[in-house]
């Protein structure tokens, strides 16, 4: 079982194989590709730091506890109509997403997050909306999510 924190839940939609260092996304991709072959995979719902930001690279600020992640955590899991606690399958929280949220909804819930003008994640909800799941990834590593700088290049 997998331990996530609520806006990781989005990230996974949008997830194109880019992150923060080598190592994060080595880990982001593991588990990625883990949910996508095996949507029966528990995720139990946390409030705080996940098993993606035990890899989140020891470069200065730790951003996985800063306020603005945990109200964008509360926010996403209200989007989708899940609470802190809850252990649900994978596939039993693509299918809460589809119920429950729209594309458009990233630039609300999402709006400081840096990966949102990228779009990705918009795309992701909206493929998952057309019933196609999580994206399979070839060629992960390092990308940027900083200001200008596109993580797809």
Not at 12 to 41: C, D, F, I, W
Request: hydrophobic share 30%.
């Amino acid at each position: 079982m997998y331990k996530l924190r609520g806006h990781h839940l989005f990230c996974l939609l949008g997830y194109r194989g880019m992150g923060y260092s080598a190592e994060y996304v080595e880990n982001m991709t593991r588990l990625h590709q883990t949910l996508r072959n095996n949507p029966k995979t528990l995720i139990q719902l946390v409030k705080g730091p996940d098993h993606l930001c035990e890899k989140y690279p020891n470069t200065g600020e730790y951003h996985c506890q800063d306020a603005n992640i945990y109200t964008r955590d509360a926010a996403i899991l209200e989007k989708v109509g899940l609470e802190i606690g809850q252990i649900l399958s994978w596939e039993e929280i693509e299918s809460s997403i589809r119920k429950h949220v729209i594309p458009s909804v990233i630039q609300t819930v999402c709006e400081t997050c840096s990966w949102r003008t990228f779009g990705v994640c918009e795309e992701g909800i909206r493929e998952l909306l057309e019933g196609k799941g999580l994206r399979e990834i070839k060629n992960a590593k390092e990308g940027h999510a900083k200001e200008g700088q596109s993580p797809l290049t």
